[in-house]
């Protein structure tokens, strides 16, 4: 087993990484446990885990350093690969932003604790003239997904994901002050990385904007830290809960793929699947409110000829295999659908669907219409049914509201 972190320093990587090694009985399998500190490493970092690995490939490895990219991912896939482990990522949890798996409230908290710090192994402590830009170079690596093409990402790759809270939900927004700092530092990143690359910052055009800057951040994050330190979930909390995870894994009650990366070539699509008993329950009491509605379900004999529910999220041939990838780290969730409005023709039928929320966060189809196809006529292919609202607009179909919606839950899946 090798678990990795993918984050950005200040995320608490090496602190997580000393408790697990402290904690009585491993993680419960009774195999030995293993890290290498990336900061007290001199050379080549993650040849030398390799090396370690092959050695003694029963131990379970820590690997304490950022893993931030599909470069460092792929050295882990060969890795893990040659001495048969499974690769177990675990990440720092956050809502992220729409171009970064990270928001800047976990920017602002990883710059704090990064400033608190005193004679680090790394040297990137409070002492380091350049920490604000550093970590501005780290979050930049990360630049370019969202959140959930992150996690998707690491899930599709690994199979198995573990998350670290890092923030309580229940918090207040972020100053203004610590969003405009970091808004400055943001745009400073990118006019100094389009002109010097990856130089260091005192040797760039920019080098007393920089100089400046770095002196503003350490004013602005010093004069919200109580803001800052409140908003974060204690660590031996999150701790105990990266440990849960683990364990889980450890014990197998979390699968991990057979292969380096797990393949959806061969799915189709992905979807809410939703029990055919509850589908027709639901029917039923339309029926018996309408007797159009209960005319038409007898006629197509619905009870006989429905076999399977299920609200398309993406279709490979519509959207992409990347696109019914991203769900891959819901697959097996439980996902609330609301169905408010049933829509026909006398060649095809469909429940109109809303998606609810996993975990906070909601599920959207990648069709524009999400629907459950009940029927279609023989010689109708059931995507036909994705036209049945310009139908019923056009007074080619009927829609019969649902008032109050009825929720159906359903269990999100590849197929």
């Known amino acids: 087993m090798f678990i990795l972190l993918s984050g950005i320093p200040g995320c608490a990587k090496s602190a997580l990484c000393e408790q697990i090694l402290n ?19 001199k050379g080549r970092y993650w040849q030398k885990v390799a090396d370690e690995r092959k050695k003694k490939p029963f131990r379970i490895t820590l690997a304490d350093k950022n893993a931030p990219n599909e470069e460092v991912w792929r050295q882990i896939e060969d890795m893990c690969g040659m001495t048969k482990a499974a690769a177990v990522p675990v990440i720092p949890d956050s809502e992220g932003t729409d171009s970064n798996p990270f928001s800047l409230e976990a920017l602002a908290v990883f710059m704090f604790r990064v400033l608190q710090r005193v004679n680090h192994p790394g ?8 920490a604000g830009y550093i970590l501005l170079m780290f979050y930049n690596l990360y630049d370019g997904k969202s959140r959930r093409e992150f996690e998707s990402e690491l899930y599709e790759r690994f199979g198995s994901l573990v998350k670290m809270p890092l923030l309580k939900p229940e918090r207040a927004p972020l100053p203004g002050d610590v969003k405009t700092i970091l808004d400055e530092g943001m745009s400073l990143f990118r006019l100094h990385q389009s002109r010097h690359g990856r130089a260091e910052p005192s040797k760039g055009s920019y080098a007393q904007e920089w100089a400046q800057w770095e002196k503003r951040l350490r004013v602005v994050l010093s004069r919200n830290a109580n803001y800052l330190t409140s908003i974060q979930v204690p660590f031996d909390v999150a701790v105990k809960e990266v440990l849960e995870q683990l364990k889980a894994v450890a ?6 793929p057979d292969t380096a990366k797990r393949r959806f070539g061969n799915i189709v699509f992905a979807a809410v699947t939703v ?12 029926g018996e409110n309408d007797g159009d509605v209960n005319n038409f379900l007898n006629g197509i004999k619905v009870e ?13 041939r519509a959207h992409g295999v990347a696109a019914v990838a991203s769900y891959g780290v819901y697959q097996n969730q439980e996902v609330p659908v609301s169905f408010n409005a049933f829509l026909y023709t006398d060649k095809m039928a469909a ?11 909601k599920i959207d189809s990648k069709n524009d219409w999400p629907h459950v196809t009940l029927w279609t006529a ?4 059931p995507k036909e049914a994705n036209m049945l609202p310009q139908l019923f607009s056009s007074g080619q179909a009927k829609r ?4 109050p919606p009825i929720t159906i839950t359903g269990v999100l899946d590849f197929y």
């Open 23 to 41: 904690t009585p009985g491993g993680l419960g399998d009774n195999r030995p446990l293993h890290s290498l500190m990336g900061d007290r490493t």
């Open 123 to 130: 040297n990137l402590d409070k002492a380091s003239p350049n």
């Open 251 to 256: 014990k197998g009650d979390v699968k991990t």
């Open 275 to 286: 029990p055919q008993a509850d589908i027709l329950s639901l029917l039923r009491k339309l």
């Open 304 to 316: 006989d000829n429905l076999s399977k529910a299920h609200v398309t999220l993406a279709h490979k």
């Open 351 to 361: 429940l109109e669907a809303q998606l609810g929320t996993v975990n906070g966060e």
């Open 378 to 381: 023989p010689g109708v292919a």
């Open 400 to 403: 019969v509201l649902i008032d």
